[in-house]
């Protein structure tokens, strides 16, 4: 049955080599209902902490909850993906590119589960690279020299902070080696949480630092942030969704492992570290998200944010640790709905700046309004889930510094700014007579050509599929604010319990 | 023990490879500086072998040997062909003050390496002063050089670093581990590569 | 045209259900007195209470929606083309009548934030760039008072550990009173908060605008009543004291921008503010009685901001539909351009002028009715002899009658330039009578203000269950009478029906005799112009000239910025033409708002270059400071 | 207050008495004034002539009048004879002493100036808009010291009502200079000031002359003039009747102020009733005074006078809260 969590996508990923792109869009669908059952089949039946495949991934409560994020997530967008193949298609865009967007994007699940799942922290860094890797050239899938620089910048920066993240592991094996020898269970994530009080304490706090900054980087924490909003910005729309609603998240997996290991040690600096870090990343991007001009830029910012405030949930501690698990999958549906929406504003007017966009309240109405309803969510507004994990995590900041919490509203207050204001000058803006006027002027010129253009740049224009994934994902995350199903609701607590190191491994 | 002076050579000259590498503007010859690099990191590591008579090391240098010393190099230089680059042109800082700047690094490391390294833990006695210098070294190479070569070059320094670092420390890590780390670090390799070519072609045209 | 029908279908049935479903809360809560329902979910439940206070507001809310329902049903036909209106509306107006039966925060939260969010998607309904700019602003300024209210929400859960308002009597310290009353007033358009109302109201389709300023801003009222009597602790009556004084000024500032405007819905919403400032006197005066324990002080206030909030919420509603029947009809808000619209809509003139009296308190009407009460209770604040009351409430009363005497000014100048004199232009030749169903909408607010205004006595005995609830204590029905603070005895008296009869009488009286002995020949004649033969329909004095004598005395408020453009000619001697433009500045706005803008976009700006650098070289660099720090603070950490 | 027949008749009696003796208070003013500056002047009772003529005459009717140009000169009347109905003079209870609160009577003198200007904006006449413009220019300056000075007079008496509030002085004052009995709630000071605040403030509501001329017609000048320009016929002369009216009313509030005497019984009403005219043309005469030693002022002048009766009937304010 666990199994299956990586036989899936392997099969996935095999298939997507030989079969044509409209079959594998078709097989995607299948394969992507299949992982998504499977995970919620382990997710209703879950009790304990199990281990599967020789030891080498186990399933907890945490990477649980990053699971069923991940499959849900991946689940719309494959359907969001079965239209968004065939509009480009249509657009004409050849389809040897997109076998190799169906490629790379099973790679990509791929080892992004594998990472998830992973017992052994050693796999778990081969898989979080190759995510790196297998993300890299969907990032430059435009072939576009923003979108190369930003893939130069995104593998660079990774690397090199997956590196200190290896490092960080090093320096745990080295620790757990005193205990288990030189073997894989050092690695082992569930044997070194058996052995914590027996490990060197500043040797596991060393570890924790390198594996913040390193896989900090990859999570998009300031200020090593730098290449996450390009990066998420240049891919294809659900290739982005992906990269901001998941994989974020399994980067954080690695850090949230360090911390637990840490925190059954007996040593509590590291929340120091995790509240620093997402105060500061929250505060970097309320005071750029003003200054962006690309709406996709826009919301790469705002998941920075929102990582942010993950982290700084998990740092308080207490009951901010459920807002932000219940964050990191509020967030990805969040988000994912975001760069949906977007992508179809993309696709059809293949611009990116915001003040080239106008009106799209008239020429997209069920887009636009997801993406306006969507940034209310993305802000913690309430009519939608999101609303829970924040009012949850500024329980624990307020509970632990009431100034903290107001800073932290404050510099909330300025990403909503940023993100509302810009997304809003993109639903509204009628024309004025005066550009009415030139417009039809214009249009006697070059009748045939605006005309084309008129025809094309609406909502009509794209697969159907396009537009009501969006809208279910919102509608999704509106209902969960009124109803999370208990079962998740108890992997959540037990995860919460489990991180605060009250679950026996 | 005779082993662990010998590597300490090794270590010694890894160092005096990064410092060069700082000194000189030219990629061919960072390239074959890595290669060489690498080898006395595989050295390192073999000793190690010898010392510990771990069969994880011997197979950790077989691979360290087959992908940093063969693959990753020779990888880069075909690219580097392809793209007709010969010099490193464009710094932010001048070479002389670089090496001054490595050497005060090394220092510095030094002085964190005995914070926190109790003597006689690692193989070797100043082997983790070197691998952090290396580290820094590499970072600083990153970070000052404007070009794309460097930037893979100093990234693969770090790399080394932590390698360093790691079979400093322990005997190695297990092997899958290990192959599974230099296999995404030949690929990532490869991803850079692929990128310079296409980053290349886009500027060009 | 086969493209409309549909969208009429729309129209009618978002309006009827809005009518049926405001109905339906009524009965519902005039059913369920006190009872309270709790839908359950997995992580939160959701409750409902039917509190006396949540009863007063549902009937308020639904009874002002009824009638804009209604009002809509005809008038929203201009807004056919896009039937989102209606949908939005019907959702806007649902959110707040279950907005003030939520018994616990999430609820409340939700709820609040749903109000909110469909206000501003109404608000921003006509889609142009003007509709952006007051959306954002309001939708902003909305989102940091919520954000203020979450807070002080968070705060009482952490003191009292539980989402139901059940458990937070008495549990709200200075703090969270600060913070939600921050947040609320934001809601409310009080005075340092108020930028995003002269905005937003106006943009806003006009049954929308009465909606929002009769009934979305005194939603702001409902939370600061609740978290000052329910929640409060009862400490800190220099609370109460900062709220009677940004109360009064908040009065002044309002009304004396209202005067200035020329735009019919702008000087309404500006109006809105005066209001919305002298419920916040009244609540202040009552807060601190309630602290300083002098009980019949805090009944009375309590009696006077409950009677304000409705009669300004039906009088308001009332005029906003006015105005709206007016841009229908004219096509232009601007009140330079009307003149004489009397003549052309007489029904709609009267019911307009009868709404223009009672908000501003003129007296047989109910908007004096709540002013009395505020005076009356001012001057018992005197009577308590507190040192630093009474010097508040002087200062209180001289700026309240300055801003009723400045009411009078407005709406004399909005009724006198819009309504009378002749048409200035040809949008005020053009005006029709509106339609029956659009009168009817106007009319029932404005029926109620005179019924409350004439016979007030069933309404104060039911707010009296209002007042219990809130304060312990009710103010006695009949006779009208403020209570001596000190030795319970009644200190003034107003019989608003034996003054209504008096009048009669006397009018009738009056009017009779001058039948009987004074000469009834009428001649209708031209206006006399100095013996002019005056064709220039401008010639009449304008709205801007009307105020401009009372705005030079209070210069001070404004920030005025007038000029007069001579068009350079050729001929030397002669002007052709000269252009005199003003533009009235909002103080805060200039002063407050748009330098912390500007220092905002300044920072980010230097911020955004310094982090966000396109160059990688100095991202890696980012990168290992970062790591090197965290590694100094490690090496302090193992110290 | 039980109300029994003796004092409904004699508050009827009270009420008409002034209401007939309003004109010859006006006309008495112009008169003095006249003789001052060496006219022979006009008839004292030349107003009720005026009035009666008026009467009689037709009414020209703007053809932009609407119903307001028909209504207003009546609920302006009406608003101040209600006002009277309120008010005491010679006689402790007035016919609507019960609910005569002083709130009330200021916002129903507002009232009168609402419609008013309506009246005058009615027509579409330029000089209308100019009246009702300066009209409001003055209330709104003048209205908030009228509400200090009642709400002075309230806080000093602790009475609400303007029937209680001149009992009130009158009883203190009996109490303290007649029988000698020491009271601290009882001051001349106050009322004093009260009484030149109230000076200031009737000469703006009334068109006196530093504020305004009432004998002019000069466009440039008129302030309450301008706003009944267009009235003929009755709706003049009732409007007349009605600025005559406010006079009375003012001059009588201020002689209450000063030297309250008020009938508590039937026997007294001959005493109060010679008092009260006494007082009412010692006033009269203070108001003409006023008017021939000064210019007329520029318009915007008036705020300087205006605040000093203001800040007069603050200071006033603060000295009565002394007593609590």
Known sequence: ???????????????????????????????????????????????????????????????????????????????????????????????????????????????????????????????????????????????????????????????????????????????????????????????????????????????????????????????????????????????????????????????????QINWAAGIYYPRYFLIGFGFLTIM???????????????????????????????????????????????????????????????????????????????????????????????????????FLGEIYIMTGVFRSNILLGFLVFILLIFIFIGLFGKVLKMYTGNMDNAERMNELQSEKVTHRGINDNKRKKTEGSVHPFMIYVPLILLLVSSLLLFYVPPQFLNIVKSASYEFQGRIIF | MIMEKIAELFIILILVSVVLNVSSPFLKFAIKLYSFQSLMLAFYIFMGAIHFNSINLYGSFAITVIFKVILIPYFLFKTLKRVKMDKEIDMYIGIPEAVVFAGSLTLLSNLIAQKIIKIGLTFGSFVFTIALATFLIGAMLMITRKTLFSQIIGFLTIDNAIFLAGNSITHGMPLLVELGVLFDLFVSILILSILILNLRRNVAS | MTHDKPNIIYRHFFSYLSILSAAFFTFLSLYNYNNEFILQSSLVDFSFKFSPFSILFVIFISLISIFISIFSVKYGEKYDKRPSLF?????????????????????????????????????????????????????????????????????????????????????????ILAAAI???????????????LPYAHPVAPANISAAMSGIMVNMAIYGILKFLFVFSSGSGSFLGIILLIIGALSGLFGIMYAMAQKDIKKLLAFSTIENMGIIFMGIGLSYWALVENFKSLEYLAMLAVLLHIVSHGLSKSSLFMGSGLIDKYTHTRNMEKLGGLSKKMGQLSVLFLIGV????????????????????????????????????????????????????????????????????????????????????????????????????????????????????????????????????????????????IAFAAILSIVIF??????????????????????????????????????????????????????????????????????????????????????????????????????????????????????????????? | ????????????????????????????????????????????????????????????????????????????????????????????????GVSSDVILIAYSLALATFFMTLYAMDQGSAFGGLGASREWFLTVLSEPSLIFIFISLAIYTKQGRI??????????????????????????????????????????????????????????????????????????????????????????????????????????????????????????????????????????????????????????????????
């Open chain 4, 1 to 96: 207050m039980n109300y029994n027949a003796e004092h409904l008749a004699l508050g009827c009696i009270q009420f008409f008495i002034i209401v007939l003796l309003a004109p010859f208070f006006a006309g008495f003013i112009h008169k003095l004034k006249q003789r001052a500056r060496g006219q022979k002047g006009i008839n004292i009772l030349q107003f009720y002539i005026n009035f009666n003529k008026l009467l009689k005459k037709e009414v020209v009717l703007s053809k932009d009048a609407t119903l307001i140009s028909s209504l207003a000169p009546y609920i302006v009347f009406v608003s101040y004879l209600l006002i009277l109905l309120m008010l005491p003079a010679f006689y402790r209870y007035s016919l609507l």
């Open chain 1, 284 to 386: 970097v991007s309320a005071l750029s998200i003003i200054k962006q001009t690309d709406y996709k830029r826009l919301f790469a910012f705002s998941s920075m944010e929102n990582m942010g405030i993950i982290a700084l949930g998990f740092g308080i501690g207490g009951i901010a640790i459920i807002g932000s698990l219940l964050q990191i999958f509020f967030h990805a549906l969040n988000k994912g709905l975001l760069f949906l929406s977007s992508g179809n504003v993309l696709a059809v007017t293949h611009e990116r700046k915001i003040e080239k966009i106008k009106n799209l309240s008239n020429n997209f109405p069920i887009t636009s309004l997801v993406l306006l309803f969507g940034v209310m969510g993305i802000s913690g507004m309430p009519p939608f889930a999101m």
């Open chain 4, 163 to 324: 029937t209680d509030i001149f009992y009130f002085i009158q009883n203190g004052a009996e109490n303290a200079f007649l029988s000698g009995a020491h009271s601290s709630s009882v001051s001349i000071a106050i009322p004093f000031l009260l009484f030149i605040s109230l000076f200031i403030v009737s000469i703006s509501e009334n068109a006196r002359i530093p504020i305004d001329n009432p004998e002019t017609h000069l466009e440039l000048t008129m302030f309450h003039e301008a706003n009944i320009l267009e009235a003929s016929g009755k709706h003049l002369g009732i409007y007349e009747y009605g600025s005559y009216l406010k006079l009375t009313i003012f001059l009588t509030i201020m002689s209450l102020i000063l030297f309250p005497y008020m009938a508590v019984n039937i026997y007294q009403v001959p005493l109060a009733l010679t008092t009260y005219f006494i007082k009412m043309i010692i006033l009269c005469g203070l108001i003409a005074g006023v008017e021939i030693v000064n210019p007329k002022m520029r318009v915007f002048r008036a705020p300087n006078v205006l605040s000093v009766s203001f800040i007069l009937s603050l200071i006033a304010m603060i000295l009565s809260i002394r007593g609590f």
């Open chain 1, 1 to 259: 049955m666990y199994e299956l969590i990586l036989i899936l996508p392997a099969v996935a990923l095999i298939i997507s080599i030989f079969a044509d792109v409209l079959w594998m869009s078709y097989l995607q669908l299948v394969i992507s209902v299949l992982i998504f059952s499977t995970v919620i089949t382990i997710a209703m039946t879950f009790s304990n902490i199990t281990v599967f495949l020789g030891s080498f991934f186990f399933i907890d409560y945490i990477n649980l909850v990053i699971l069923i994020t991940v499959s849900t997530l991946e689940m719309f967008v494959a359907f969001y993906s079965f239209g968004y193949v065939r509009t480009e298609i249509a657009s004409g865009i050849s389809k040897r590119k997109f076998k190799f967007y169906y490629f790379w994007k099973n790679l990509f699940v791929l080892s992004m589960m594998i990472s998830i799942v992973s017992n052994n922290l050693g796999i778990y860094w081969t898989g979080l690279e190759a995510t790196t890797l297998a993300t890299a050239l969907l990032v430059s899938f435009n072939r576009t020299k923003e979108s190369f620089e930003a893939t130069w910048k995104y593998v660079i920066m990774c690397s090199v902070g997956i590196a200190i993240g290896l490092f960080a592991i090093v320096v745990l094996y080295f620790t757990t080696s005193q205990v288990y020898g030189e073997s894989l269970q050092s690695l082992s994530f569930v044997s070194i949480m058996r052995a914590s009080s027996e490990l060197d304490k500043n040797f596991l706090m060393l570890a924790f630092i390198l594996a913040l900054v390193g896989f900090g980087t990859k999570v998009g924490f300031a200020p090593m942030h730098n290449w996450l909003p390009d990066a998420h910005s240049q891919g294809p729309s659900p290739v982005s969704a992906l990269l901001s609603g998941v994989l974020l998240n399994t980067a954080l997996l690695g850090i949230l492992r360090f911390y």
């Open chain 3, 357 to 500: 009296m009672s908000i501003s308190a003129m007296p047989p009407l109910s908007g004096f009715l709540s002013e009395w009460y505020l005076y009356i209770s001012l001057i018992s604040s005197v009577f308590t002899g507190n040192l630093y009351m009474v010097y508040f409430s002087i200062i209180a009363i001289a700026l309240l009658s300055l801003t009723g005497a400045a009411a009078g000014a407005t709406f004399t100048k909005l009724f006198g330039i819009t309504f009378l004199g002749r048409p200035r232009t040809e949008n005020a030749e053009i005006a029709v009578e509106p339609h029956i169903i659009e009168r009817i909408g106007i009319a029932l607010p404005v029926l109620l203000c005179i019924f409350i205004g004439i016979y007030p006595y069933k309404i104060i005995a039911s707010l009296n269950a209002v007042i219990f609830y809130l304060t312990g204590g009710t103010v006695s029905p009949y006779p009208l009478s403020a209570v001596h603070i000190i030795n319970a005895r009644p200190f003034s008296l107003y019989l608003p029906a034996l003054v209504i």
């Open chain 3, 87 to 175: 949908i939005y509306a019907f959702f806007f107006i649902l959110s707040m009548v279950i907005l003030v039966i939520s018994n616990d925060m999430l609820t409340f939260l939700i709820f609040w934030e749903l109000m909110s969010i469909f206000s501003f998607l109404l608000v921003i309904y006509e889609g142009n760039e003007e509709a952006r700019k007051a959306g954002f602003l309001y939708f902003l300024m909305t989102h940091i008072g919520t954000v203020l209210i979450t807070a002080s929400f968070i705060m009482l859960y952490l003191k009292t550990s539980s989402f139901s308002f059940d458990y937070y009597k008495g549990a709200a310290g200075i703090i």
């Open chain 3, 513 to 639: 005799y001058l039948k009987i002995y004074s000469s009834n020949k009428k001649r209708i004649f031209e206006t006399w112009a100095c013996g002019l033969d005056e064709k220039n329909l401008k010639a009449q004095y304008s709205g801007g000239g009307f105020s401009s004598s009372i705005m030079k005395v209070f210069s001070s408020f404004y920030s005025s910025v007038s000029e007069i453009n001579f068009e350079k000619d050729v001929k030397k001697y002669f002007r052709s033409k000269s252009v005199y433009t003003e533009e009235i500045n909002d103080i805060f706005e200039k002063y407050i708002y748009i330098p912390i803008e500007k220092l905002y976009l300044k920072v980010s700006e230097i911020f955004n270059k310094m982090v966000n650098s396109e160059n990688i070289n100095i991202s890696l660099g980012y990168l290992f400071l970062s790591l090197i720090t965290c590694f100094i603070l490690y090496i302090f950490i193992i110290k």
């Open chain 3, 182 to 196: 921050t947040g609320f007033s934001i809601k409310a358009g009080i005075m340092p908060f108020h930028t995003w």
